[in-house]
């Protein structure tokens, strides 16, 4: 059941996103007075479960039965399918390939922007519906638990970041990783002192290599919730309890916990809990995908956090700045994957499905599909043929020698893009099925 709830999540996710991005093509070849031949959600190799053309229309709408994207068919360009009926023969003026420059580029970044757009809705919508709420670093006081990575860079447990390279981080959030790994001094609070740290170069890698988090809040394992039918729900979890120890092993707080129970999946352990002062035993079995079941209470409910309202009008800016910031944290992350740990770190559908929670949540559902949208729009501005970028490539070409590639190398060209990209695809699927399977 786990799974098919986060199955099905991702399917409505990605849907929307493949959905609007498509939309920002045809809107743009529209208004361009470019003529459409399909726009598809979903792939319809062979046959298609929807399909419909209305009367004077050059467009036929659809529904395929594959659930890995969409397409918007565009007359007069070389696209995806390859497509080349017709390309040899003077242009017409309905087609891509006939407009100006400028036009066909609105029309290529078109997908990119909606996505944006969509993106900045979403964050605003969430600010308006659910505010935001924000912890203070000043409280975490010492309570991060460091991985390996940490204490080879001198961290030692209990240290508070206090500023990078001069610049204060003034709150715990998700961003601060990035914020550390691209300074060049950190500051901390050990003891009462403040103390000099250097960041390696490396920090980033280094923690995707390590497979285990930079740090941990080291707060008390109490279990917040037990999912409905989950192994932890049968063998009598509930909530208020709290973990003291893992297989006779005392574990003090989320930082040992989490690691203890994870490392045991697959396999029947002994849970030691604190029941409202009584000492309980519970044994029971940890499932590969889901664990046991339980949820602790979220470091968010046991440290204060300044929350803020948003009204219509102040709930805009605010998603607007959400949306550009995780742009542009997310585009810096992309030059990690070319080193050899990002590229053993990239996932498929497993490892994105896995992103969204056991049980449906809208709050967190809206805040995973804003945040895909984001990646979806890094992603195809890529200059990989067969994507927007690769698009986007071929105009600045034109632009700069007067004239298109011709249409025998654009075919290749996007050939080996698609080659490329179908083998990025597979390998990031295989690796799902690796890490599931050890």
């Given amino acids: 059941m786990t799974v098919l709830i986060k199955a099905l999540q991702l399917l409505l996710a990605l849907s929307l996103l493949v959905f609007i991005h498509e939309l920002g093509h045809f809107v743009f070849a529209r208004l361009f007075k470019i003529r459409v031949n399909k726009f598809y959600l979903f792939f319809d190799w062979k046959f298609a479960l929807w399909r419909y053309k209305p009367k004077k229309s050059d467009t036929e709408y659809g529904i395929g039965w594959i659930p890995l994207g969409g397409y918007c068919q565009i007359d007069g360009m070389v696209d995806e399918s390859l497509a080349t009926d017709g390309l040899e023969s003077d242009p017409k003026p309905w087609e891509f390939r006939s407009k100006p420059i400028w036009q066909r580029f609105l029309v290529m970044i078109g997908g990119v922007l909606f996505n944006v757009?969509?993106?900045?809705?979403?964050?605003?919508?969430?600010?308006?519906?659910?505010?935001?709420?924000?912890?203070?670093?000043?409280?975490?006081?010492?309570?991060?638990?460091?991985?390996?990575?940490?204490?080879?860079?001198g961290l030692k447990d209990g240290d508070l970041p206090l500023s990078v390279d001069g610049k204060e981080l003034k709150y715990f959030e998700g961003s601060i990783i990035q914020t550390i790994a691209n300074g060049k001094q950190l500051t901390v609070l050990r003891d009462g002192e403040q103390v000099e740290l250097t960041v390696p170069r490396d920090l980033i890698p280094a923690i995707i290599g390590s497979d285990s988090a930079f740090f941990m809040l080291d707060v008390p394992a109490r279990v917040d919730s037990v999912i409905a039918g989950s192994e932890g729900e049968l063998a009598g979890f509930r909530p208020g309890d709290l973990v003291l120890a893992v297989n006779g092993e005392e574990t003090k707080g989320l930082s040992k916990v989490i690691p203890a129970i994870h490392a045991l999946r697959g396999d029947s352990i002994l849970v030691t809990v604190d029941r409202g002062g009584a000492l309980e035993t519970i044994k029971t079995y940890t499932d590969e995908e889901s664990g046991i079941g339980i949820a602790f209470t979220s470091p968010a409910n046991l440290f204060p956090s300044e929350h803020q309202s948003y009204n219509f009008i102040t709930a805009i800016p605010a998603g607007i700045s959400e949306a550009y910031k995780q742009l542009f944290s997310y585009a810096d992350q992309l030059k990690y994957v070319a080193t050899p740990q990002g590229a053993s770190s990239l996932g498929g559908l497993g490892s994105i499905g896995n992103l969204f929670p056991s049980s449906f949540d809208w709050h967190v559902f809206w805040n995973m599909t804003a945040f895909l949208s984001i990646i979806l729009a890094v992603m195809n501005l890529l200059p990989i043929p067969g994507l927007d970028g690769g698009h986007i490539i071929f105009l600045i070409y034109e632009a700069i020698v007067r004239r298109p590639p011709s249409l025998k190398w654009q075919t290749r060209i996007q050939t080996a893009g698609m080659i490329l990209l179908l083998i990025l695809i597979l390998y990031a699927n295989i690796a799902d099925i690796f890490r599931f399977l050890l």
Avoid: C, F, K
Avoid at 120 to 149: C, F, H, K
């Fill in 117 to 153: 757009i969509l993106a900045m809705l979403i964050y605003g919508g969430i600010a308006y519906t659910w505010g935001t709420d924000r912890m203070p670093m000043e409280v975490i006081g010492d309570n991060l638990q460091y991985s390996s990575v940490g204490h080879q860079m």
